[in-house]
C-alpha cells in the first residue's frame, strides 16, 4: 500500500496531466536569458554597442584581445563585440515585424477562409498553395534586387511570403472548432458572426498562433540574415549580422572571430527563439500553465 502510494505521488509529479508541475528545463532558462539579451540589446543597442561603427583603418584585422578589443577588429577597424550588439537591431526588429504581420494576415485570410468555406476558402487557398510551391528566399532575392528597395522592402516581402504557412495553420484551427457544439450553441443564440470568433474561436487557437509566432520569429531571423549577406537589405554602412558575416569573408584568416560572433549570434538566437516556442506548444499541449 505504501510502495503503491509513493509511486502514485512520483507520478503525479512528474505528469502535468495529474496536476503535476514539471520543472523548467535548463535549455528553456539559457533560451530566456539569450532573448532578454537580444531584446534589449535590440531596444538599446546604445549599451555595449556605441561606437560600433567607428572606422579606425590602422587597427583593421586586429586578432581578439587586441588593444582593448575582446573579439578583436574587422578590416576597417571597427570593434567587433560592440558591431555584433549593435546588429541585434536590425537582426531581430524585422523579423518581429515579418511575424506579426504575418500572423496578422494569417488571422484575417485563414479566418475568413475557415469560417465561410465555400468560394472565398477556395481563392485563399490557392493563394496560399501558389505561395507554398515557390521558394520563399529566392524570390525575396529577385523581388529584393528588381525592386531595389533597402531593409524594410525585404521585411514586406518576406511578410507576403510568411503569411500562408500562418493562413493555412490558422484555417485549419477554425475548422477544427467550428463544428464543435460550444460554436453551435452561439449559433442558436444568433451571435454574430465576429463577437464569435473574438471571444470564442481566437482564444482557443491562440496557443498554435502564439508558437507559430515565435518559430516564424527563428526563421525570419535567418531569412534576413541571408539577405543582408548577399547584400540585400541593411546598407553597408548599417549594423547587421548578416552583413558581418559577408564582410569578415576577406579576414577569416587574420580575424577568425569577426565571422564567429555574428555566426553565432544568428544561431544561438534564432535556436533560443525555438525552444521556447516548442516549450510553450509541450505545455499547452499537456494542460499545464503556460
Known amino acids: 500500500m505504501v510502495i503503491a502510494l509513493r509511486t502514485k505521488t512520483k507520478n503525479h509529479e512528474k505528469n502535468p496531466r495529474l496536476g503535476g508541475r514539471r520543472r523548467v528545463g535548463i535549455d528553456v532558462w539559457l533560451s530566456c536569458a539569450v ?157 454574430r458572426t465576429l463577437r464569435i470568433l473574438a471571444r470564442h474561436i481566437f482564444p482557443n487557437v491562440a496557443l498554435i498562433v502564439l508558437v507559430n509566432f515565435f518559430l516564424n520569429i527563428g526563421y525570419a531571423i535567418v531569412s534576413m540574415s541571408s539577405l543582408s549577406y548577399l547584400g540585400l537589405g541593411v546598407s553597408p554602412q548599417d549594423a547587421d549580422w548578416g552583413r558581418q558575416l559577408s564582410d569578415a569573408r576577406s579576414i577569416i584568416f587574420d580575424n577568425t572571430a569577426a565571422i564567429l560572433a555574428p555566426g553565432l549570434a544568428i544561431i544561438i538566437t534564432a535556436t533560443a527563439i525555438n525552444i521556447l516556442g516548442n516549450y510553450l506548444a509541450e505545455r499547452g499541449g499537456n494542460g499545464g500553465a503556460v
Open 35 to 191: 532573448v532578454a539579451a537580444a531584446l534589449f540589446w535590440m531596444i538599446f543597442p546604445q549599451a555595449g554597442g556605441a561606437g560600433a561603427l567607428t572606422q579606425n583603418i590602422m587597427e583593421g584585422s586586429l586578432p581578439p584581445f587586441s588593444d582593448g578589443h575582446l573579439f578583436g577588429t574587422d578590416e576597417f577597424g571597427r570593434d567587433i563585440l560592440k558591431l555584433t550588439i549593435a546588429g541585434a537591431r536590425s537582426a531581430l526588429l524585422g523579423p518581429i515585424v515579418i511575424a506579426t504581420g504575418s500572423i496578422i494576415i494569417g488571422l484575417l485570410f485563414g479566418a475568413l477562409a475557415g469560417w465561410f468555406g465555400g468560394a472565398l476558402d477556395w481563392i485563399i487557398s490557392r493563394y496560399a498553395d501558389l505561395t507554398l510551391s515557390m521558394p520563399s528566399l529566392l524570390l525575396a532575392i529577385v523581388a529584393a534586387g528588381i525592386i531595389g528597395g533597402g531593409y524594410w522592402v525585404s521585411v514586406l516581402v518576406m511578410i507576403v511570403l510568411y503569411s500562408p504557412f500562418d493562413i493555412r495553420l490558422v484555417r485549419s484551427a477554425v475548422i477544427a472548432e467550428r463544428n464543435k457544439p460550444y460554436i453551435e450553441a452561439a449559433l442558436i443564440l444568433k451571435m
